[in-house]
């Protein structure tokens, strides 16, 4: 347990000393070793901040695991990548996935909610703020974790199997096991709530939109409940937002200086600027497929605002050009995810005029007049089972390499898929055990429980 404690002093120094901030000397003493002694609002504000500074860059290793991406057939790429796009899971190579930060930014978030009494120098609104946004960010890093390494709630049994330990304390002693998906999300829920109760900014400027506030609150309610399949309330979530914020970029004004792309933080979609789920060494190794690229139909306007040039030397794959790795392409929540889920529910729900109506006001926004006139008239004539599909379809191009695809494929049909890689054909078969992640060995290693 010492080497733990170690981790956890390490983990909060770097942070200090990456943030720079003056106030770090006064609060981060390790008092005994591995227990933060903040006490004003400012100094646990420093303390989330470097939660959110954690680079969060699973989720884009996760789209190299689907058809629409193909590793890079450079050196240090392959050296990096190539067994997280073949699925192997007996002794991988190159990167591995994240397991240890999420756990860190959990312990930031806990620290600030068992001390919220304890917090000086702050008004009650401000303090209340903080500390909803930690409980966010506690049930942020526990849907995150789940979705890696838990089974997807709405595969048949998967609610009571084991997925990943729930840490709802600061005991530093506890070696917990795991718990099932169904308590990982009623705990997710619960934080959910208790930040709805607390947190007061209906939005952040522009410069802090990285923050949690009362419209992602809602954000992720409705992704929570579209996951569980819970789809009247994934629905009432998502118009929640759009009742308040309901605005989308045009890409038939996309040479007008006012544009931007859609999943910038300065974006009029935006909602939580907080993650950039690609690192520089997972953007440059990543390529747009063929097969993928053929989703976009004539008229989408998308298409050239997605993907770059062909690379002729990694076999006709396409640069990726709509997101890279800098902080200009942080995003977490936007509205455009929300009328995609709003559209979803309501299509499981056979309510299919008003789920049409969420789908086509987005198409409008992201095709030629031509274009979408030919998609209105195909949407309407869609029966429940097809308007569904369409709709999944429309998740993958307009959430594109933001992070959603793999955990959109595990949720729903966890189909077949099929990459041919020097001249070898590998399969994920449909429900395979592969479309979960296993724990890291490091985590494993560290506590053997996680075996059980």
């Given at each position: 347990?010492?080497?733990?404690?170690?981790?956890?002093?390490?983990?909060?120094?770097?942070?200090?000393?990456?943030?720079?901030?003056?106030?770090?000397?006064?609060?981060?003493?390790?008092?005994?070793?591995?227990k933060v002694i903040p006490n004003t609002l400012e100094e646990y504000r420093a303390l989330i901040t470097t939660a959110y500074g954690v680079d969060l860059t699973d989720r884009g290793m996760c789209d190299m695991r689907t058809e629409d991406i193909s590793v890079s057939k450079d050196e240090f790429d392959q050296n990096n990548f190539k067994d997280i796009e073949r699925w192997v899971t007996s002794n991988p190579s190159g990167t591995e996935f994240g397991w240890s930060y999420y756990y860190q930014n959990i312990y930031y978030a806990n620290a600030i909610i068992n001390k919220k009494n304890e917090i000086t120098e702050g008004s009650e609104a401000e303090i209340n703020q903080l500390v909803g946004e930690a409980y966010f960010m506690r049930g942020y890093m526990h849907f995150l974790l789940v979705n890696l390494y838990g089974q997807p709630y709405t595969k048949e049994g998967?609610?009571?199997?084991?997925?990943?330990?729930?840490?709802?304390?600061?005991?530093?002693?506890?070696?917990?096991?795991?718990?099932?998906?169904?308590?990982?999300?009623?705990?997710?829920?619960s934080d959910i709530e208790n930040a709805r109760q607390l947190i007061n900014?209906?939005?952040?400027?522009?410069?802090?939109?990285?923050?949690?506030?009362?419209?992602?609150?809602?954000?992720?309610?409705?992704?929570?409940?579209?996951?569980?399949?819970?789809?009247?309330?994934?629905?009432?979530?998502?118009?929640?937002?759009?009742?308040?914020?309901s605005a989308l970029e045009d890409y038939n004004n996309n040479n007008s200086t006012d544009f931007q792309m859609p999943n910038t933080y300065t974006s009029v979609e935006?909602?939580?600027?907080?993650?950039?789920?690609?690192?520089?060494?997972?953007?440059?190794a990543s390529l747009a497929t063929p097969t993928f690229v053929k989703m976009f139909k004539e008229g989408d306007?998308?298409?050239?605002?997605?993907?770059?040039?062909?690379?002729?030397?990694?076999?006709?794959n396409y640069k990726i050009i709509k997101t890279n790795e800098t902080s200009q392409y942080k995003c977490t929540f936007r509205t455009a995810e929300l009328y995609l889920n709003a559209a979803e529910a309501l299509a499981q729900l056979d309510q299919l005029p008003e789920a049409r109506d969420y789908l086509l006001k987005l198409m409008e926004k992201r095709?030629?007049?031509?274009?979408?006139?030919?998609?209105?008239?195909?949407?309407?004539?869609?029966?429940?089972?097809?308007l569904i599909t369409e709709i999944l379809n429309e998740r993958a191009?307009?959430?594109?390499?933001?992070?959603?695809?793999?955990?959109?494929?595990?949720?729903?049909?966890?189909?077949?898929?099929?990459?041919t890689i020097d001249g070898q054909t590998l399969i994920l078969s449909q429900d395979d055990e592969r479309y979960t992640l296993r724990i890291p060995q490091s985590a494993i290693a560290a506590n053997p429980d996680l075996m059980n």
């Open positions: 347990m010492d080497k733990i404690k170690k981790l956890y002093t390490i983990f909060i120094i770097s942070g200090c000393l990456v943030l720079s901030l003056t106030s770090c000397d006064s609060f981060l003493d390790i008092q005994p070793v591995g998967a609610p009571t199997s084991k997925a990943i330990p729930l840490k709802l304390s600061l005991d530093l002693e506890e070696m917990p096991s795991r718990n099932t998906v169904e308590e990982i999300y009623t705990s997710i829920l900014h209906k939005e952040w400027e522009t410069d802090y939109n990285y923050r949690f506030s009362k419209l992602a609150v809602d954000a992720f309610e409705s992704r929570v409940r579209l996951y569980k399949g819970e789809w009247q309330a994934a629905y009432n979530a998502a118009e929640r937002v759009l009742e308040q914020k935006s909602i939580t600027a907080y993650e950039n789920v690609y690192s520089r060494n997972g953007i440059n306007l998308r298409t050239e605002r997605y993907f770059g040039d062909v690379d002729e030397e990694n076999d006709g095709y030629t007049s031509a274009g979408y006139t030919q998609k209105k008239n195909e949407v309407n004539a869609m029966n429940q089972a097809e191009r307009e959430l594109a390499f933001e992070g959603h695809r793999w955990f959109d494929l595990r949720r729903t049909t966890r189909p077949e898929q099929r990459k």
